[in-house]
């Protein structure tokens, strides 16, 4: 009896022993949408701090008219001429800008010509380059923009100057943040004046909101 009770022990330790059965594979994750709805970029005013009053965007979808840039506008080197005026269709243009005491907030998207992702080696031509159009002259600093999936981004700090009449000068700082989305451009600017007795919108905003509007279009 004794014989029999060990195996059966013995037995039921080999059993206990084995390994247990794997977990069931986890199901591989939905891939996040990349198709753009330009009418979804009134919704990325949620991101606005208080107090801001919000307007329809009606100027030229580019950087360079929310930097001020009016007219014409002639870069060096000029190739970099493309980061400030993506090549966009202006009839497919959405957008929004607000004002506050931080500042000018702009918020575009337009559909884009293959050709308005720039190719990677203007970056680095292009990491300081200057702009005029009329009586304003700016200087752009190109820098890495915030990671967004499945887009290129890019960055550009900008102090710009306009010459009024009599020669008194204005001064204005631009903090622009492009995703370039394949078949659209989406960018937010940010224009401060460094002399306003008011704070300026912390430094991060608008690159927070290009990645939070860029999620927003693609719902």
Known sequence: MRLVVACALALLGIACAQPAPPPPAAAPEKPASTTVNPARIDRARDGLPDGYEVTPYTGSPAPFASWGLQESAVADPAQCATLGAPAVDPASARGWSASGAGGIVYAVVAGAAPEATPPSQLFGECAQWSVTAGRATATVTTRPGPAVDAAQTSAMSTAITIVVEG?????????????YLGDHVCYIVVVTDPGSPHPGLAPEFGSDLLVETVSTLRG
């Open 167 to 179: 020669g008194t000068e204005t001064r204005s700082h631009a903090d622009t943040f492009v995703a």
